[in-house]
């Protein structure tokens, strides 16, 4: 029964390979960074992305996952990029990717310290750098920016804008999907130390949190691009907020060290990340979402995702 359950999981798993994805590697000045391989082990992987569990899209605004994906703490050996402000980071998603009707959009959040390891996404401010909707023709059948994506070897570049200030940041690429409603989202989450910035920090208007820069409401997200309508329609209102350096507000404050406080508290939280220590059995549930049980495998096991809701000691 167990063993059964081990292979019905790992099928439900490849076959959710087919139709979505995310975000597998970056490059930024010639180097190349590997991303989280969210179908692999967790125990000894080292990437500058955070990690993430599932191809499959996150489908409500609402969902707690939807800064950096699931469930986008930071990893046992997290690393971080240095980048140049000015310079250009890409992100390739699996190729080809699959969705061509849909925006790209591209943000960062500075963390407060000098790091953004053990930094909770939900806990920061966001600001989009980059976005990319409807870029010729109609919402019906025109050029979207997740059309180009594909067209660009299933890979997105955006510019760290030069007068960003200095310092250490997520970067959040996102492709929405938007043949089929719900929206799909697929956001995956890099750290990154910025160099070399400037001293143009974002308004207030521009910050938003994930979740929150976005309502299920939103009409970029709740846009049917079969209707009559969309047949003559050329605009599309991208989700989220103004772009960085179009804000009205006054400029917001840089993140402060009284949030770091509460980083710490939510560091030192029950957290789904799985361990390697542990009570549960060879073929146990260790993880997943909803599962509220013992994390860590008996030795020699390790606690492995197999997909968003369940993850199993292997
Ligand atoms: C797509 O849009 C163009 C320009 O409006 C139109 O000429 C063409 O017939 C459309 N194609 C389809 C398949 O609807
Ligand atoms: C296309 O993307 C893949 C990663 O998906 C990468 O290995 C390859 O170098 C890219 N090709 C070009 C021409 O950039
Ligand atoms: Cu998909």
């Known amino acids: 029964m167990h063993a059964f359950g ?7 798993a490849a076959s959710t390979v087919v139709a979505h994805g995310g975000v597998l590697w970056y490059s930024n000045a010639g180097q190349w960074y590997q991303g989280w391989q969210p179908y692999n082990s967790p125990t000894g992987q080292t990437s500058i992305q955070r990690p993430w569990s599932t191809y499959n899209p996150i489908t409500d605004a609402t969902d707690a996952q939807l800064a950096c994906n699931d469930d986008g703490t930071s990893g046992a050996l997290q690393l971080t990029a240095t980048v140049a402000a000015g310079s250009d980071v890409t992100a390739y998603w699996n190729s080809p990717w699959p969705h061509n009707i849909g925006p790209m959009l591209t943000y960062l959040a500075q963390c407060p310290g000098s790091t953004c390891t053990g930094v909770d996404s939900n806990t920061l401010e966001w600001f989009k750098i980059d976005e990319a909707g409807l870029l010729s023709g109609t919402v019906y059948n025109g050029t979207w920016g997740s059309g180009k994506m594909i067209a660009d070897n299933s890979s997105w570049t955006t510019t760290i804008p030069a007068t ?28 990154l130390t910025i160099t070399g910035g400037g001293s143009l920090g974002p308004t207030t208007d521009e910050l938003v949190t994930f979740p929150g820069g976005y309502s299920n409401t939103d009409p970029g997200l709740t846009i049917d691009v079969y209707s009559n309508a969309a047949q003559t329609e050329t605009t599309y209102p991208i989700p989220g907020p103004p772009l960085y350096g179009t804000g ?39 993880g997943g979402t909803g599962y509220t049980g013992a994390t860590g495998c008996v030795a020699p096991y390790t606690c492995t995702v197999l997909n968003a809701y369940y993850s199993q000691c292997l």
């Open 6 to 12: 081990t292979l019905f999981a790992l099928a439900s």
């Open 248 to 286: 009205t507000g006054s400029p917001a404050p840089p993140p402060s060290s009284s949030s770091v406080s509460a980083y710490a508290q939510s560091s030192t939280a029950p957290s789904s990340t799985p361990t390697s220590i542990g009570t549960v059995a060879q073929y146990g549930q260790c």
């Open 164 to 191: 960003v200030p200095s310092g250490s940041y997520l970067i959040r690429f996102e492709t929405i999907a938007l043949h089929s409603l719900p929206a799909q989202f697929y956001p995956e989450c890099a750290q």
